[in-house]
C-alpha cells in the first residue's frame, strides 16, 4: 500500500483568506479553481511513499531544527506546461533551509522521491492553457511558524497528517 504524500506550509484561517482574496482577483483562469480547504505551499512533494515508512518520514521532521522564517507573495505567475495558475514570491534563506533539510532527511533515509527546484508558490488555478496578463497583487506576509505533512488521497480534500512547529528564536 502506498501513500501519497508532502510537507507544506498550511495556512490558518487569515491566511487563507488572504490567498482566497487573491485567488478571486484571477478568478475565471479556468474552471479548476483549487478549493479553499486545500490551499497550500509545498515545501517536498514526496509522492507515492509505501505506507510502512510513514513513521520515517516523521520521525525525519521530528529530528530536524529549523527556525521560524516569512514568505513574501508577491505576484501571480503561469506555470505553463503544468498549467498551473499561482501566487508566489521569492525563496528565503530560512525556507531554502528548511526544504534542504527536508530533502536531506528523505534521503538519509533511503527515501524515493523526485526532487524539484523549490519555487515557492500556492496553486490557484489548474487546467490554465492560456493565460493573459497578471495583475499584480498587494504583497502577503505569510509567517510560517510550522510546517505539516499532507497526505493527498483522490477525490478528497488534502489530509494535515502532523505539525512541526519551527522555533522561534533568532538565528
Ligand atoms: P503544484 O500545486 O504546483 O501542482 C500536491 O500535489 C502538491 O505537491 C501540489 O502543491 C503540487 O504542486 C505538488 N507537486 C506535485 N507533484 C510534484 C512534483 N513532482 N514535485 C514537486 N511538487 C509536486
Known sequence: MVRRLFFACWPDDRIREQLIARRDLIDGLSRRR???HN????????????????KD?????????????ALELDRFGWFQQAGVA??????TPGASRLVKALA????ARGLVFQARAFQPHVS???????????????????????????????????????????????T
Open 57 to 69: 518520514i516523521q520521525s525525519l521532521a521530528d529530528d530536524l531544527e529549523a527556525r521560524f522564517f
Open 86 to 91: 499561482w501566487l508566489g514570491g521569492p525563496a
Open 104 to 107: 536531506a532527511g528523505a534521503m
Open 124 to 170: 490557484l488555478f489548474r487546467q490554465v492553457r492560456a493565460c493573459p496578463a497578471l495583475p499584480v497583487p498587494a504583497s502577503l506576509r505569510w509567517p510560517i511558524s510550522g510546517f505539516s505533512l499532507i497526505e493527498s488521497i483522490p477525490s478528497r480534500p488534502y489530509q494535515v497528517l502532523r505539525t512541526w512547529p519551527l522555533s522561534m528564536g533568532s
Open 39 to 54: 490551499l497550500h505551499l509545498t515545501l517536498l512533494f514526496l509522492g507515492n511513499q509505501p505506507a510502512d515508512r510513514l
Open 34 to 36: 483549487v478549493p479553499d
